[in-house]
């Protein structure tokens, strides 16, 4: 079974932190997705890598940023967490043009 | 001010009709569109997709149908189900690279 994880269900951080949300796929897909999901606004896109070390920008990359070291794992850095940043996260891999495979979701709460 | 956020739509349909859930794309060079459902506390779970090359793609009781001319996208549910009830995106991707985009949910609410 395809498989999509994500390190944390819940985290809640302080104004200020550095935030580190981890994902990891057991598929090889070349394709890996952060979003952030809100109520009314569905899915955006925040930064997305078609390979190692190969990252775009999506929709609303501001304040984040990401790194792909290997193949499997993908980790979404808030450099400076803020309350606007209290958000559903998302992570996805796909191969090629295909429809991705969700993670659980990782909700974080920033007070 | 106070922001007023966006509401999902909604689709309400008695248990054991039939659900058409539609959704409109923005990139007439999109490649292929794919359908998710999202249960609460749950990741998006895909459904079905289909390439732009079809018009229509059947799975087991879900129908997705693709109108370029008109950029619309449909999901069809057969004989609805109290499991169906969730919200549904569609999505589009590969036009210049696999990027996905989601439109913004439909929420399906089965009647007893």
């Known amino acids: 079974d395809v498989k999509v994880t994500q390190s944390s269900r819940y985290l809640v951080k302080r104004t200020g932190e550095k935030v580190f949300l981890e994902c990891v796929q057991d598929?090889?897909?070349?394709?890996m997705f952060w979003y952030r999901q809100d109520p009314g606004l569905g899915l955006r896109l925040i930064y997305f890598?078609?390979?190692?070390?190969?990252?775009e920008k999506g929709d609303i990359p501001e304040g984040y940023s990401v790194s792909r070291e290997k193949k499997e794992r993908f980790s979404l850095i808030l450099e400076s967490a803020s309350t606007n940043q209290t958000s559903m996260y998302l992570c996805?891999?796909?191969?090629?043009?295909?429809?991705?495979?969700f993670g659980q979701g990782t909700r974080l709460t920033v007070v | 001010g106070e922001s007023v956020g966006l509401h999902l739509p909604t689709l309400s349909v008695q248990e054991g009709d039939n659900s058409i859930i539609n959704c409109a794309y923005s990139n007439s060079a999109s490649d292929y569109f794919i359908w998710y459902k999202q249960e609460s506390g749950k990741g998006p779970q895909f459904i079905i997709d289909i390439r732009s090359n079809m018009d229509k793609r059947q799975g087991q009781r879900v129908t997705v149908l693709l109108n370029k001319t008109v950029k619309h996208l449909s999901l069809q549910i057969a004989a609805t189900q109290p499991g169906d009830s969730a919200v549904y995106f569609c999505a589009e991707g590969g036009d210049r690279d696999d990027k996905i985009i989601f439109g913004k949910g439909t929420r399906l609410h089965i009647l007893p």
């Open positions: 890598s078609y390979d190692v070390k190969m990252k």
């Open positions: 996805a891999s796909s191969q090629g043009a295909r429809g991705a495979f």
């Open positions: 598929m090889d897909h070349e394709n």
